[in-house]
């Protein structure tokens, strides 16, 4: 008895398995570069480019390189939400389009989410192997980004870069 229960819900989990995937998430590719990408706006050196792409672009970026579970769902849901929740964060591609107090703020915060071996997230990194930064790399973003963060603050008045307080 116990033994055709559970042969039954096996089966209806395999139909619902079947069903689910159908139902498949909007992916996250645009054409091209978007006019607001952070290269489009501040000198990106190659090499930081190269990191950038490799580690950060896709959760962090209109373009993401899917991996092959990408196809199977309930994966793909669960990458839609964290490649969104990514871009909420910090989308380069759109980079151009935040206001400079934001520019300024996303840059900090990257130094710091990368210092701290915050960013890429471990649960990338399990699948992405190429994608963890070495030390060398991590300078090079750190070196970058205060290049950036200057280049800010040459432009812009101080009392534009924080947020006032009322």
């Given at each position: ?46 090499d ?5 792409k ?27 939400k ?12 759109e ?9 300024y703020?996303?840059?900090e915060?990257?130094?710091?989410e ?13 699948v ?14 750190a ?6 963060r ?17």
């Amino acid at each position: 008895m116990f033994k055709k229960i559970l042969k039954r819900v096996f089966q209806i989990l395999l139909v619902l398995f079947i069903i689910i995937q159908f139902f498949r998430p909007q992916k996250n590719q645009a054409e091209g570069i978007s006019p607001n990408d952070i290269t489009k706006l501040y000198a990106v050196p190659q090499d930081v480019q190269l990191i950038l792409k490799t580690s950060c672009y896709d959760c962090h970026s209109n373009n993401t390189i899917y991996p092959w579970y990408s196809n199977v769902q309930p994966f793909a849901w669960w990458l839609k939400k964290h490649i969104d929740d990514g871009k909420k964060h910090l989308n380069f591609s759109e980079f151009a389009s935040y206001p400079i107090r934001r520019q300024y703020k996303k840059m900090e915060e990257t130094n710091e989410e990368v210092k701290e071996g915050k960013m890429p997230l471990n649960s990338y990194l399990w699948v992405h192997k190429d994608a963890i930064l070495n030390d060398q790399q991590k300078l090079a973003i750190a070196n970058w980004v205060t290049a950036v963060r200057d280049t800010i603050k040459a432009n812009y008045p101080p009392d534009s870069l924080i947020r006032k307080k009322y």
